[in-house]
């Protein structure tokens, strides 16, 4: 059956690293989204892609940074890991043709000490 | 921009009851989607039902259904016959249409225990 993984599903790292999240699908989807949840809040959108060499910034961009040179994969890249950066993250994706549902990864819980 | 307000953080229930989740909403836009989702202690987030703006007709899905009141920009769920796997962090989500793609703007949640 065609998926959305994310990993790790659990990372601590240390204030200044560089770290990387990795989001793959095999639905062949056009569509990908990195989102962050926090307590109190919502999903909030971090960046998105509407295919491969193509990336936007979303809602709460900075300090993070995505590429996307296939379909499959999405990965989020923080460049300078920082405490306000622990949150749950979720990659989802969708089709191309709108309006469409988007499809939730498991998340990944990050841990920023 | 788009804002989504849902101002229940928590709500209870009891097995077999039903229950209504409240959300708002505010756009400029005049064809969009909403949707609601589930997100139980798995974390998964799982789509329950969307609406159409288009469409006067309400969905439905099962248990779920939804009152979509577009003039007043209100978009709440009903869930009929409550059960203990209903208990979950409730999502309300708006997306406007483009030409490529889509992207959610999410409410804050609200917190629904099914009591049994």
């Known amino acids: 059956d065609a998926e959305i993984t994310q990993s790790p599903r659990h990372k601590i790292t240390e204030t200044g690293r560089q770290v990387t999240l990795a989001c793959h699908q095999t639905w062949n989807h056009n569509n990908m989204f990195w989102y962050r949840q926090d307590l109190g809040h919502g999903l909030r959108l971090i960046h998105y892609s509407y295919g491969v060499h193509d990336t936007n910034k979303g809602e709460v961009s900075d300090g993070y940074s995505v590429s996307r040179s296939n379909t499959e994969d999405l990965p989020l890249t923080l460049e300078s890991a920082a405490s306000s950066q622990t949150s749950v993250y979720f990659c989802?994706?969708?089709?191309?043709?709108?309006?469409?549902?988007?499809?939730f990864g498991p998340g990944t819980r990050l841990t920023v000490l | 921009a788009q804002t989504v307000t849902q101002s229940q953080p928590e709500m209870s229930v009891q097995e077999a009851e039903t229950v209504t989740l409240s959300c708002t909403y505010d756009t400029s836009e005049s064809n969009y989607y909403l949707f609601w989702y589930k997100q139980p202690p798995s974390r998964q987030m799982i789509l329950v039902i969307r609406q159409e703006a288009y469409k006067q007709q309400n969905a439905t899905e099962n248990r779920f259904s939804v009152n979509f009141q577009k003039a007043a920009k209100s978009f709440s769920l009903k869930i009929s016959d409550s059960q203990l796997g209903d208990t979950a962090m409730y999502f309300c989500a708006f997306t406007r249409l483009n030409n490529a793609g889509n992207m959610l703007t999410f409410g804050g949640g609200t917190r629904l225990m099914v009591k049994p």
């Open positions: 989802a994706s969708s089709e191309l043709d709108w309006p469409d549902t988007q499809y």
